[in-house]
């Protein structure tokens, strides 16, 4: 694995009954780059993060991470290691405060999740840096504020603050914009900017729009298999590409490179 590259898979294999869901594929994702998997919908891109993640066992190939094996490791390992995924779906604690929910993040990268029992005066030495977490997703002012109470979009930003708690060095994010209106898209794209100073990030995107503004390298897959890989410029002109998403997600790919 060259230097370069922080996680790779080899010849990465996954089937259910007789069906490829995932077809022999060569991912390489460079240091410190924001990176795509985008493709149309049945094209494998969710099963590609939970074989990354470890949700799910390949059934055959490789995935190297900083240079060494992880594909038998569970996924409580490979996050220890540092390859941490953010959820499609909202996963953080309701009836808790904000501030709460990154004060439990803090404690499990301590070694200390979930120890609910401990008095309010020894969690307190966590307060500073989960406050400087929630200053840095815009969430400062509601610190106090029980997360059922979050509008949604808010909610996904604590969720990438509790995901950055875990200080990752490649951070997976599966579909950060999904049922996101206009305004939250923008406020999403501006923290998964911000969330990528000094890491890397692998993400699952259907917004085509966001993939152009954010992504230094697209992968694309079609059928379970890489059907293109480049910039945005080069991957959205490939007719291979536009033939796989057709009719008007074909026209988005020609509006996100105008």
Same mark, same amino acid.
């Given at each position: ?22 077809? &022999?594929? =060569? ?37 190297? !991470? ?16 540092? +390859?941490?995924? &953010? ?8 009836? /808790? ?26 969690? %307190?030495?966590?307060?500073?840096? $989960?406050?400087? /977490? ?14 059922? %109470?979050?509008? !949604? ?12 708690? +875990? =200080? ?22 501006? +923290? ?16 085509? &729009? ?21 910039? !945005? ?9 536009? %033939?796989?998403?057709?009719? &008007?997600?074909? $026209? ?7």
């Amino acid at each position: 694995m060259s230097p370069e590259f922080v996680l790779e898979t080899r010849g990465l294999t996954k089937e259910f009954r007789g069906f490829t869901a995932v077809d &022999s594929v =060569d991912l390489r994702v460079q240091k410190g780059h924001i990176h795509a998997l985008i493709g149309p919908n049945g094209a494998g891109k969710t099963t590609v993060f939970n074989l990354l993640s470890k949700f799910l066992a390949p059934s055959s190939g490789e995935i190297i !991470y900083q240079g060494k094996p992880i594909t038998g490791l569970q996924p409580n390992q490979i996050a220890r290691l540092g +390859l941490v995924r &953010s959820f499609q779906i909202s996963a953080v604690f309701g009836h /808790m405060s904000v501030l709460e929910n990154v004060r439990v993040a803090l404690q499990r990268k301590l070694g200390n999740s979930f120890h609910f029992w401990k008095s309010e005066r020894s969690l %307190e030495a966590l307060n500073e840096r $989960a406050l400087q /977490m929630l200053d840095e997703v815009g969430l400062l002012e509601f610190a106090d504020t029980l997360t059922i %109470e979050l509008p !949604y979009g808010r909610k996904r930003a604590l969720e990438l603050a509790t995901t950055l708690a +875990l =200080d990752p060095a490649v951070l997976l994010l599966d579909e950060p914009t999904q049922g996101m209106g206009g305004e939250d898209v923008e406020m999403v794209i501006g +923290l998964v900017r911000r969330a990528a100073v000094g890491r890397t990030v692998l993400m699952v995107e259907h917004n085509l &729009s966001v993939v152009s503004q954010l992504c230094d390298r697209i992968t694309v897959l079609a059928r379970g298999a890489i059907l293109a890989e480049g910039d !945005y410029a080069s991957v959205s002109a490939n007719p291979l590409v536009r %033939e796989a998403y057709l009719g &008007s997600e074909a $026209a988005v790919l020609e509006e996100g490179h105008a």
